[in-house]
């Protein structure tokens, strides 16, 4: 367990005198640059927040491509305003392409972080494979049973004396022999003055 927090322990150590470093050597090539004041001090603070996000999105697995460009960038600044600090470059009189690109250094770390920072990984989904199913035929529903219809009921017979019978057959032979053609109801109930049903049933009688 001492093992491993003295491993840790050296580990955080040696990281922090990286970043004082790192972080001192981006300010004095900002500062030569002509960014001077909390100016010279926000670009070591651009640079590392730049360098740690893309760390982070390595770590993540997803977007790898564009994680990896913006790392390099971020060391390449890093790297570079170290090795410029080490008597390469005289930061009295820095040339005019470092002023430019310390400048401009601002839109570039504001571009990485929030491309880094609010693209959304993408995810592997499948779509749902949705099988087919069939149909089942729907069964028309059956019509109501209709009310059985009641026959009207059949009329009484009316009854009719034996004697307009024989006067009714009278008629109808005095018509037949006149007109030669037996004589109908509508005629046999004129010629007798009798209602219509009793027209009929006599005319059943004939």
């Known amino acids: 367990m001492r093992t491993h927090l003295a ?14 470093l790192s972080f001192a050597h981006l300010h004095d090539v900002a500062v030569a640059a002509g960014q001077d004041g909390w100016k010279a001090w926000a670009y070591p603070v651009s640079v590392d927040l730049l360098l740690v996000a893309a760390w982070r999105r390595l770590r993540s697995g997803h977007g790898k491509a564009a994680a990896w460009c913006w790392f390099v960038i971020a060391l390449a600044a890093s790297l ?27 839109a570039i770390a504001f571009l990485g972080g929030t ?32 009310p059985a219809i009641e026959a009207p009921p059949q009329p009484s017979p009316v009854p009719v004396p034996s004697a307009l019978v024989d ?30 049903p009793m027209a009929e049933a006599i005319a059943a009688h004939l």
């Open 80 to 106: 570079g305003a170290n090795v410029a600090t080490a008597g390469l470059l005289d930061l009295g009189n820095v040339p005019a392409w470092l002023r430019i690109l310390v400048a401009g250094w601002p």
């Open 115 to 146: 491309l880094l920072a609010h693209t959304a990984p993408k995810t592997d989904t499948e779509p749902e494979v949705i099988e087919d199913q069939e149909d089942e035929p729907e069964t028309a529903p059956e019509p109501p049973a209709q």
């Open 7 to 20: 491993r840790v322990d050296a580990v955080l150590v040696q990281a922090f005198i990286a970043a004082a």
């Open 167 to 196: 006067h009714a057959r009278k008629v109808a032979a005095e018509h037949h022999a006149r007109t030669g053609v037996p004589i109908d109801t509508p005629t046999l109930r004129a010629r007798l003055g009798v209602p219509a």
